[in-house]
T-cell receptor
Framework: AQKITQTQPGMFVQEKEAVTLDCTYDTSDPSYGLFWYKQPSSGEMIFLIYQGSYDQQNATEGRYSLNFQKARKSANLVISASQLGDSAMYFC????????????WGAGTKLIIKP | EADIYQTPRYLVIGTGKKITLECSQTMGHDKMYWYQQDPGMELHLIHY???????EKGDLSSESTVSRIRTEHFPLTLESARPSHTSQYLCASSPQIREGLYEQYFGPGTRLTVT
């Protein structure tokens, strides 16, 4: 079974609009962390935001926020006021406590911002 | 800002050649990783290391080998390249910043094409 599921292979969003990228996960480990990375066409992976399973509040980093719904096992990334430079692949990843520091990756969502 | 370097950035090579992809980090991170990624697809872990003289195979079977003789250096070698090895190879490293957060920092990647 997929441990990380990103159901949106691609999305088109108008510039300046907010966008939500979906991520659901599957784990029986009570302690885990969820990550979002951005990968522009140049290929490098850029860390965006992190949410720990015991964190009481949703993580925020500038225009990025993570809508963490633990009971539903979802960790959606919200980008406010989208910009043309936000066009990229976005990957959700999970680290379980017993995973020896390894990340489990989703298949990614390709986001294209339209001017 | 993370300092992790990969060379070469692009490599086109013929079948049967031996190649080494270089990865170095200047942050003193103990943990390092190699991922293989086809365009627009998810990342697959092929090797990881928890420190000097420690190397393990990842989830995706790979014909490559790695070594970790120095903390900062984690090269990946293909003894005999084949067209099926054509892919992007991403190197990453991670510190232990605080309990629960094991963010991975990525290099720019090497795009390998085997003809």
């Amino acid at each position: 079974a997929q441990k990380i599921t990103q159901t949106q292979p691609g999305m088109f969003v108008q510039e300046k609009e907010a966008v939500t990228l979906d991520c659901t996960y599957d784990t029986s480990d009570p302690s885990y962390g969820l990550f979002w990375y951005k990968q522009p066409s140049s290929g490098e992976m850029i860390f965006l935001i992190y949410q720990g399973s015991y964190d009481q509040q949703n993580a925020t980093e500038g225009r990025y926020s993570l809508n963490f719904q633990k009971a539903r096992k979802s960790a959606n990334l919200v980008i406010s006021a989208s910009q043309l430079g936000d066009s990229a692949m976005y990957f959700c990843a999970m680290r379980e406590e017993d995973s020896n520091y390894q990340l489990i990756w989703g298949a990614g969502t390709k986001l294209i911002i339209k001017p | 800002e993370a300092d992790i370097y990969q060379t070469p950035r692009y490599l086109v090579i013929g079948t049967g050649k031996k190649i080494t992809l270089e990865c170095s980090q200047t942050m003193g991170h103990d943990k390092m990783y190699w991922y293989q990624q086809d365009p627009g697809m998810e990342l697959h872990l092929i090797h990881y290391s928890y420190g000097v003289n420690s190397t393990e195979k990842g989830d995706l079977s790979s014909e490559s080998t790695v070594s970790r003789i120095r903390t900062e250096h984690f090269p990946l070698t293909l003894e005999s390249a084949r067209p099926s090895h054509t892919s992007q190879y991403l190197c990453a490293s991670s510190p232990q910043i605080r309990e629960g957060l094991y963010e991975q920092y990525f290099g720019p990647g090497t795009r390998l094409t085997v003809t």
